[in-house]
């Protein structure tokens, strides 16, 4: 298996194993160098939990926001981004560690974003047009898939949905754990954590 050292420089590379939670905010990370609280929030504690540093936490957001002084950057953002790791603030709980990664549970039940804010778990927060939309965007055009999520959703079963999706873009690799006995049932029972969802991912792809 590949080594997973995630830096600065390769998060764009690694997205292709991200969750449609998390690839939909790196995409509008991308397309408006900026993302809002609740966005980089939940990104960047995904980031975190992937083993992104501190240091590289604030390399990877100072380049992000790319229409952004520094100065502007280092008033607004820098704390948040500290924040987020235990580095400042907080109680003596949290101190050295910061916050601990979203799961879809939490996801899935956080209120709704508003105009202009991408967090959340798109399964549920996209109409299901524009969820098809967002998924063909990704590259999933199997009928049966999309018919499969507008299913899911519609019965407000979100995450089987998401691992709908995943079993379906890792269809091959996953025969072949299965067929050769290198994974056990439970390493492939039902993602309940976006860190989870990438982390297979990217084991079976490596
Ligand atoms: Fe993300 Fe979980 Fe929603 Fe999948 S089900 S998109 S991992 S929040």
């Given amino acids: 298996p590949g080594n997973l050292h995630p830096n600065a420089s390769n998060i764009d590379a690694l997205s292709q194993h991200f969750p449609l939670c998390m690839s939909h905010l790196h995409s509008t990370l991308r397309a408006n160098a ?3 609280h609740f966005g980089r929030l939940q990104y960047g504690l995904f980031l975190k939990g992937l083993g992104l540093s501190l240091e590289d936490a604030l390399l990877f957001w100072r380049r992000s926001f ?6 502007k950057f280092d008033k607004e953002y820098r704390y948040n981004v500290r924040h987020s790791y235990g580095d400042v603030g907080g109680d ?3 101190r050295g560690r910061g916050y601990t990664p979203y799961s879809c549970q939490k996801l899935l039940t956080e209120a709704l974003p508003g105009t202009g804010q991408n967090h959340g778990c798109p399964y549920r927060t996209f109409s299901p047009d524009n969820l098809v939309a967002l998924l ?14 507008r299913e899911d959703v519609g019965k407000q079963r979100y995450h089987i949905a998401c691992n709908r999706v995943f079993d379906f873009t890792h269809k091959k690799e996953i025969k072949k754990v299965k067929d050769e006995g290198l994974w056990s049932a439970s390493e492939l029972d039902t993602i309940l954590h976006p860190n989870t969802y990438f982390k297979r991912s990217f084991m079976l792809k490596h």
């Avoid at 063909?136 to 999520?149: W, Y």
């Fill in 34 to 36: 900026h993302l809002k």
């Fill in 66 to 71: 790319r229409n952004m002084t520094d100065e």
């Fill in 92 to 94: 003596a709980n949290r």
């Fill in 136 to 149: 063909q965007n990704t590259g999933i055009s199997d009928r049966e898939v999309l018919k499969g999520v």
